[in-house]
C-alpha cells in the first residue's frame, strides 16, 4: 500500500443519526419511575476475589473449586469495609442508587445465607464471608450497606450470578478442564438443574426478606440456549432456559410486586424492566429503559495492575450521553480485599460529584434529547419547561446555535447552570436559537446552558436543517489519473427531506484541481486534494474527502485500493478487497464513536456480517505494515 494515497481522510461526520422508530416513546410503570428519574448509580464489584486483586473473573484461571477455596476465598478479609464511607461516596458522586455484588460468578456470598447447598468443597461450611473465612462473625456488611444507604437516601440494590462455579450442582465445561471455567458452568443432571434453581430462589427470597433490595441485578444466564429445550440433548452447559428466566422473574414478582430487575434474568428477550448495555452507551435511545454499566478503569473487580483510569470529563460525557439517548448509568467500583476503595475512584468520585452539585438538574428526571441528531459541539437533555445543552467543546466565536423549538415551546429566558442570574442573549430565526455565550469556557468539565421554555421542549418541524453529508467519488473513486482527467463528487444528504439540500463545493488546493458548483473536479497537478460540501442551510454541516491526482496508472483505484461494497450496505453484508497484495491485511470496522465492531485479517477479500452493526455510519479500516486506508460505510 503506498503511503501517499493509503490514508484517505474520510467524511467527519460527527453528528450520530438517530432513526425515526427509535424516537417513539414507552410508558414507564409507576414502580420505575425513582429508577428512570434517578439516572446515575453506583456498582459495586466485591467478592472473595478482590482479595487476589486481579478482577472477577479470577477463579477461571486454572483454579480447582478447591484452589481456590482454600487459597483465596478463606483468605478473604475485608476488614476496613465501611458501608458508611461508600453510601455516602455514591450520595456526595449524585448517584441515587446501589448495586452491590451479593453473589458473581464464584459462588461466594457476601451475605450470611442459611441455604446449605451453598458449601465449602469440603462440606463443612457455608460458602459465605461469614461462615468461610476469618471475617468477623458479628458483622454482616450487606446488611451494614443497606443501613448506610438508608441513612443518606440512596437506593440499596443487589447483584446475583446465576451461574455459579462454586456449586455442587455445576462442574467445569466439557474440554476446559485444564484453562479454566471458561464461560460456562455444566450441570451434572437435570435434577441437579432443578435442586438447585430451588435453592437460589430460597437465597433471592433470603435476600428479598433480609435486605428488602429495591431491585435485584442478575448476571451469568448465559448458560442458555433460545428456544425449548430438553435438558442435556444438545450441549449440557447450556441449561438456562428462556421459560426458567420467566419463571424466575414471576416467582420474584410474586414475593415482591414492586422489586425491580434487568433483564438479565434471560437476556435479550424483553424480560425483566429493562435493557443492560455493557460497558458501551447505545448509539441511540432504545425501544424500552435501557441502563449501561461501565468501569471507571478496565476492571469489575479490584485488579490492582489496572491503573487506566477515565478522566472526569470522560465519566460525565458518559453519563450525559445515556440520559440524552434515555438511559441510566451505572458506574462500577471495585473495593480492595480489605473493604477500602481505591484511591483513584474516590479522587473520580468526587470530581463527578463536584459538577453534578452545580450540574444534576439537567441529569435527574432528565430525558432523551428532542432531536434527532447530535450536536458537534455536545449533547442535549430534557425535562418540562427546560432544554439543556450540555456543551463539551465551547464555541470559540461566542455564539451557540441550538434547532428551534415547536412554536408552543415560548422561550421564557437563557441562562448557564454555573449562573443562573446572568441572562444569555439570543434570537431564534431561520431554524436556530443563536445563543450569545461568553468567550471563557464556564466549565471545562462540562458547561450546561439551559433553555427555559413553556412545556415539554419539541424540535420544530418547519425547519428540516441537515444532519450529515457523506462525499464520494462517482462510482467509488478516489483518484483521477492524469492532469485534465475529471471526476464527478457525489453528495449523499442525511435527512433526505432537508429543507434546503444543496451544498457548496470548495478544494482545498486549487492548484492541484478545481472543482465546479455541481461537483466536477478537474485535475491540474499531480498531489492531492480535501474536497469539502457545505451544507448551505446554516446548519455546519459538512463532508469531506480527499482526492488524489496522479499522472499514471498506477494510482487507478481500481488495482491498488480498498474496496469495500455494496456501499451502502443493505443486504447485511458488506465485501472488503484488496486486490494488489498477498499480504495478510488487518481490518475493523467502528462507529462514528470510535466503538470496534469488528475486525480481523484478510488477505483480498473477505465478506463480513453486519448482523450486529446498527443502522448508520461506519469506518472501515485496513491496515497493512503500517501504512492504512480508511473507507466510510453506511448500513441500511
Ligand atoms: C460481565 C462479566 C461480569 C460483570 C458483568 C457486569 O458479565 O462477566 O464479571 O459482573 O459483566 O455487567
Same mark, same amino acid.
Given at each position: 500500500m503506498k503511503k501517499s494515497h493509503a490514508y484517505l481522510v474520510v467524511t467527519l461526520l460527527l453528528t450520530m443519526l438517530l432513526s425515526q422508530n427509535a424516537m417513539a416513546q414507552y410508558t414507564i410503570p409507576a414502580k420505575m419511575n425513582w429508577w428512570y428519574e434517578s439516572r446515575f448509580g453506583m456498582f459495586i464489584h466485591f467478592g472473595s476475589y478482590s482479595y487476589l486483586a486481579k478482577g472477577e473473573w479470577a477463579m477461571n484461571n486454572g483454579y480447582s473449586k478447591n484452589d481456590y477455596q482454600t487459597q483465596v476465598s478463606s483468605k478473604f478479609n475485608p476488614v476496613k469495609f465501611n458501608g458508611g464511607t461508600i453510601a455516602r461516596l455514591a450520595k456526595n458522586a449524585g448517584m441515587r442508587y446501589l448495586v452491590i455484588t451479593a453473589k458473581h460468578h464464584e459462588g461466594f456470598c457476601m451475605w450470611p445465607t442459611a441455604v446449605k447447598s451453598f458449601k465449602s468443597i469440603d462440606t463443612t461450611k457455608l460458602y459465605d464471608l461469614r461462615e468461610y473465612t476469618a471475617f468477623d462473625k458479628k458483622r454482616d456488611i450487606i446488611k451494614e450497606l443497606k443501613d448506610s444507604c438508608d441513612a443518606v437516601g440512596v437506593k440499596f440494590c443487589l447483584y446475583y450470578s446465576i451461574l455459579d462455579w462454586n456449586h455442587p450442582s455445576q462442574l467445569r465445561s466439557p474440554g476446559n478442564d485444564k484453562n479454566g471455567w471458561y464461560t460456562y458452568s455444566t450441570l451434572t443432571s437435570a435434577s441437579a438443574k432443578a435442586n438447585y434453581i430451588a435453592d437460589m430462589k430460597a437465597q433471592l427470597k433470603e435476600l428479598i426478606d433480609n435486605y428488602h433490595p429495591a431491585l435485584l441485578w442478575f448476571d451469568g444466564d448465559w448458560t442458555y440456549q433460545y428456544g425449548d429445550y430438553t435438558y442435556g440433548v444438545t450441549s449440557p452447559d447450556k441449561w438456562w432456559t428462556k421459560a426458567d428466566g420467566v419463571d424466575l422473574q414471576n416467582y420474584l414478582r410474586g414475593l415482591d410486586p414492586n422489586l425491580l430487575m434487568n433483564e438479565r434474568v434471560f437476556r435479550s428477550a424483553g424480560l425483566g424492566d429493562w435493557d443492560c448495555s455493557e460497558g458501551s452507551t447505545l448509539g441511540s435511545p432504545n425501544s424500552r429503559p435501557w441502563e449501561t454499566c461501565q468501569t471507571m478503569?478496565? /476492571?469489575?473487580?479490584? &485488579? /490492582?495492575?489496572? &491503573?487506566k483510569y477515565k478522566t472526569t470529563k470522560a465519566l460525565i460525557l458518559e453519563l450525559v450521553q445515556n440520559v440524552s439517548r434515555d438511559g441510566n448509568y451505572l458506574l462500577n467500583i471495585g473495593p480492595k480485599g480489605d473493604g477500602t476503595v481505591p484511591t483513584q475512584s474516590i479522587t473520580a468520585l468526587n470530581a463527578v460529584g463536584d459538577w453534578m452539585k452545580t450540574n444534576s438538574s439537567s441529569i435527574y428526571g432528565a430525558t432523551r434529547s428532542p432531536f434527532l441528531s447530535e450536536p458537534t459541539w455536545g449533547l442535549y437533555t430534557k425535562k418540562s419547561g427546560k432544554l439543556f445543552a450540555h456543551v463539551f467543546t465551547w464555541p470559540t466565536n461566542g455564539l451557540l446555535k441550538v434547532p428551534t423549538l415547536t /412554536?408552543?415551546?415560548?422561550?421564557?429566558k437563557i441562562y448557564l447552570l454555573n449562573d443562573t442570574t446572568t441572562l444569555l442573549n439570543y434570537k431564534d430565526s431561520l431554524g436556530y436559537i443563536r445563543i450569545s455565550v461568553p468567550a471563557n469556557v464556564p466549565n471545562p468539565t462540562g458547561s450546561v446552558v439551559v433553555i427555559d421554555v413553556a412545556g415539554l421542549p419539541k424540535a420544530s418541524t418547519q425547519y428540516s436543517k441537515i444532519t450529515a453529508i457523506s462525499v464520494t467519488g462517482q462510482g467509488g473513486l478516489t483518484t483521477i489519473t492524469g492532469v485534465g482527467g475529471t471526476l464527478q463528487m457525489v453528495r449523499t444528504l442525511t435527512p433526505t427531506n432537508a429543507t434546503n439540500k444543496t451544498v457548496t463545493w470548495t478544494v482545498s488546493d486549487t492548484t492541484v484541481a478545481t472543482i465546479s458548483i455541481s461537483g466536477l473536479v478537474t485535475a491540474k497537478k499531480a498531489g492531492s486534494v480535501t474536497v469539502t460540501a457545505t451544507a448551505n442551510d446554516d446548519s455546519d454541516i459538512f463532508g469531506k474527502m480527499q482526492i488524489i491526482v496522479g499522472t499514471s496508472a498506477t494510482l487507478n483505484p481500481q488495482t491498488s485500493s480498498l474496496k469495500v461494497y455494496p456501499n451502502p450496505a443493505n443486504n447485511g453484508t458488506v465485501h472488503l478487497q484488496y486486490d494488489n497484495s498477498s499480504d495478510l491485511i488487518s481490518y475493523s470496522l467502528a462507529d462514528l464513536m470510535g466503538r470496534e465492531k469488528l475486525k480481523g485479517t484478510f488477505t483480498n477479500h473477505t465478506t463480513l456480517n453486519l448482523a450486529n452493526c446498527k443502522q448508520g455510519i461506519y469506518m472501515v479500516k485496513i491496515e497493512n505494515k503500517g501504512d492504512r486506508e480508511v473507507r466510510k460505510l453506511l448500513v441500511n
Open positions: 478503569n478496565e /476492571s469489575w473487580g479490584y &485488579n /490492582s495492575t489496572d &491503573n /412554536s408552543t415551546n415560548t422561550i421564557r
